[in-house]
């Protein structure tokens, strides 16, 4: 089965424009510079490793950042000044991941969930994007199909601190040319069972309903095939329509209650509680019709043992009705009354009474002369023609009781399908009731955001972007732009705030109204690129993790003249930080 791919008509890209297939070895086939071989030999992943103290020819403001962390600055520069830090002890392999998270703590995290292998099913993301996988689509590494549950770990990047914090690289070579990816959503999808990993069969196929709030019909769905360490583009996805509550529209909490899709999903919860309690008192009434017909079981005639002990006893029919049909009844002593024997019949008991024991499951026969008392557990017996009697008249009550006991019983299951079929619809519209409040709110806070940077959000819609996947791994919904940023070209170089050569792992340049992503090898620091017009956003990151920014104020202070630029790091740790914390270092 060929992997499905829906087109948005527009003008298609010739294959000289993009190929279908290229990978990143080319990007830098050109370029020579380590003595041991670059890492995958492109630019992406190649390490920031040298930067030379040069003069500075602009005003350099240093950048101010909470907390006194110098001593860890001296622990990052303990090398000299006098000469370029060179890095050649990175050994890098072609078994090296492609994906290399710059700061592991804060990865973007996987969310978990369970669907089971012969069923299929649809789930749900927080973002609102849905994942619809048929019925048995998984196979084992041999190419066996798999049953039970399966574990689907799926996790979203949608804005360009997901982007970097993920490691994945944003380059793309077609043709010899070297292209940046821009983003309207990327995604990972994976699949295990029992922590194994599993495959999508293939002849199956998984449709992603990807949530963008880019709605733009000019974008391709690239694959990352992680082994050949390249990006393969799978076509067009389709766009769908954002529904009302994911307009970005400023609406008080109150107004968000009066909108026609959320007054109509309270209605729709309401009924359904009330169904729901309905339903549960049916549920209730059902039981106990079976509960009281399972009562009214008619006892199977027990024909009398010769070798046990019994008594001739007339009972009360109005006391026992279950043993007023038959006629001839004795009670036979239990086998368990081990220490009952024939001399109880010789004492003259003054009374004898029949009566069933506290759960009703057996008889017993109390015997009295005076003080003394005694109790056995007895059972209604018959004998000769009695018993074949009694047993023709019990065949037919009993096929009685189990066609009621089975009419109940079908009652009974028909309204507790009904109850779990309620609970499902409930769940789902207070699932529906709450998606819908949390994205007004969601939308209010994104425009809240967006106001406080000028920025105009009144033609922003959420969309959703529909493609299916024959494999798990990442992808991404992307066009290509420049491999970096059009505009003033300068030398930058890196030192700490003690005026220190600064040795960087990589640094990354974020243009706020692009969603991508610009990777900067050390070997790129001489010709560094940026557009001056953007709202840009530089990190700078070192080998033990430890992270340094510029925010768009400092950028927008670096002269459009400029040739050369140092910039002063000051370092601080992330490893104890958390994702929404660095966002608000960061002023996401």
């Known amino acids: 089965m060929e992997e499905r791919k829906i087109n948005i008509d527009r003008k298609p890209l010739t294959s000289e424009e993009i190929a279908s297939r290229r990978n990143f070895d080319s990007v830098l086939s050109g370029s020579k510079v380590f ?187 690239y694959y990352l095939d992680q082994d050949n360490k390249e990006w393969v583009n799978k076509g067009k996805d389709n ?35 009330k169904d729901k309690e309905t339903i549960a008192a049916e549920v209730q009434e059902a039981v106990k019709q079976t509960d009281l017909t399972r009562a009214e079981k008619p006892n199977e005639p027990k024909r009398v043992n010769e070798n046990n002990y019994s008594f001739d006893l007339s009972v009360d029919p109005s006391e026992f009705p279950e043993l007023s049909s038959y006629k001839g009844v004795v009670f036979e002593v239990s086998p368990e009354e081990k220490s009952f024997n024939s001399q109880v019949f010789q004492v003259e008991w003054s009374d004898a009474q029949i009566s069933k024991n506290d759960e009703g499951n057996h ?37 009685q009781y189990q066609k009621q006991l089975t009419t109940r019983l079908e009652t009974e299951a028909k309204k507790k399908a009904e109850y779990q079929e309620k609970i499902r619809a409930l769940e789902e519209a207070q699932e529906r009731q709450k998606r819908l409040f949390d994205q007004y709110r969601v939308n209010m806070e994104l425009i809240s955001g967006n106001a406080k940077s000028e920025q105009k959000i009144s033609v922003r819609t959420k969309v959703s972007r529909v493609f299916s996947i024959m494999s798990f791994g990442v992808y991404n919904s992307d066009r290509t732009i420049p491999a970096k940023p059009n505009g003033q070209k300068f030398m930058a170089s890196f030192v700490s705030i003690n005026q220190e050569p600064l040795l960087l792992e990589t640094a990354q340049l974020i243009e706020k109204n692009t969603n991508s992503v610009y990777n900067y090898s050390s070997t790129e620091f001489e010709k560094f690129k940026m557009d001056p017009k953007e709202d840009n956003l530089l990190l700078a990151i070192t080998p033990s993790g430890k992270l340094g920014f510029f925010d768009s104020e400092y950028m927008h202070s670096i002269s459009p003249k400029a040739k050369e630029h140092t910039f002063h790091v000051n370092l601080f740790d992330v490893s104890k930080m958390s994702r929404q914390e660095l966002r608000d270092k960061l002023g996401y």
């Open 239 to 273: 766009i769908i329509s954002a529904q009302p509550e994911d307009q970005l529209v400023q609406l008080s909490s109150e107004e968000i209650q009066m909108q026609p899709e959320v007054v109509e999903c309270n209605k729709l919860v309401s009924q359904l509680t």
């Open 35 to 221: 003595s041991k071989p670059p890492f995958y030999k492109t630019g992406w992943f190649t390490i920031g490793i040298a930067v030379i103290a040069v003069t500075v020819t602009t005003t350099v403001a240093s950048l101010i950042i909470d907390g006194d962390e110098q001593n860890d600055q001296l622990a990052e520069n303990s090398q000299t000044n006098s000469a370029p830090l060179i890095e050649d002890d990175f050994d890098y392999t072609d078994d090296t991941p492609c994906i290399q998270p710059p700061l592991k703590e804060l990865d973007v995290e996987y969310s978990s969930y369970f669907v089971n292998a012969e069923d299929g099913g649809t789930l749900v993301h927080h973002t609102g994007s849905e994942i619809t996988i048929p019925p048995h689509a998984f196979e084992d590494d041999d190419g066996n199909k798999v049953a039970g549950p399966i574990e689907i770990r799926y996790r979203e990047f949608h804005d360009q601190l997901d982007i970097f914090l993920s490691g994945i690289p944003m380059e793309y070579d077609s043709a010899g040319t070297t292209y940046n990816f821009e983003s309207a959503g990327m995604l990972e999808i994976l699949g295990y069972q029992n922590d194994h990993p599993v495959n999508i069969r293939p002849e199956e196929s998984i449709e992603i309903n990807l949530s963008s709030s880019n709605p733009s019909p000019t974008f391709n769905v």
């Open 363 to 399: 008889y017993e026969i109390t015997l009295t002369k005076g003080n003394r008392k005694e109790t056995y557990k007895v059972m209604p017996a018959l004998k000769g023609q009695d018993f074949k009697n009694a047993y023709r008249a019990f065949e037919e009550k009993f096929d």
